[in-house]
């Protein structure tokens, strides 16, 4: 049984989630799931999920659902009933984890607390050639960050995904 669950909801964006199942694909930490929570993605999805399976390296599932309006929500508890950690991580299908995310979320985790981070949001531009070139962000250091800041690839620097705050909230550890 993994200790973390990650579940990415998605719908027909199968570019962008092909980033992100890549960039979940080098964690440091390693004991972890990966579950794509789909709301009624076309058949494409379904086949790039079962061409990551071996390329992970991890427990892959794709859960789906008939797509009848915005119902991620719904897509999302779909995924946690299928989950076998015991910790849950959402990533949204199209952000990219840094290669410590996960660990970043096990030094974290205390019964009785859930994490909450930040994002930088990419210009349609940098987006652009994020998917369509061999870029990797969530590699990037500080300096790069920067670059892209000042040239006005991002809309804030923060911590670029580092930040994370922790809130109090009963019962969320199962």
């Known amino acids: 049984m993994p200790s973390v669950s990650i579940i990415l909801p998605t719908f027909n964006r199968a570019g962008f989630l092909r980033r992100t199942i890549d960039s979940v694909h080098w964690q440091t930490y390693k004991d972890w799931e990966l579950i794509i929570a789909d709301d009624g993605s076309a058949p494409g999805t379904a086949a ?64 009785g607390w859930f994490v909450t981070g930040n994002r930088a949001l990419l210009t349609e531009g940098l987006t652009d050639a994020v998917l369509s070139q061999p870029l990797e962000p969530e590699h990037w250091g500080m300096a790069d960050w920067l670059r892209q800041r000042l040239c006005g690839g991002l809309n804030r620097l923060g911590r670029c995904g580092r930040y994370c705050s922790l809130e109090h909230v009963p019962g969320l550890w199962r």
């Open 48 to 111: 790039l999920v079962e061409r990551h399976k071996m390329k992970v390296g991890v427990p892959l599932a794709h859960v789906w659902q008939e797509h009848r309006d915005f119902r991620a929500g719904e897509i999302r508890n779909r995924a946690i009933r299928v989950s076998r950690g015991a910790y849950v991580v959402f990533l949204d299908g199209d952000c990219l984890a840094r290669p410590d995310f996960i660990a970043t979320h096990r030094r974290l985790a205390e019964p």
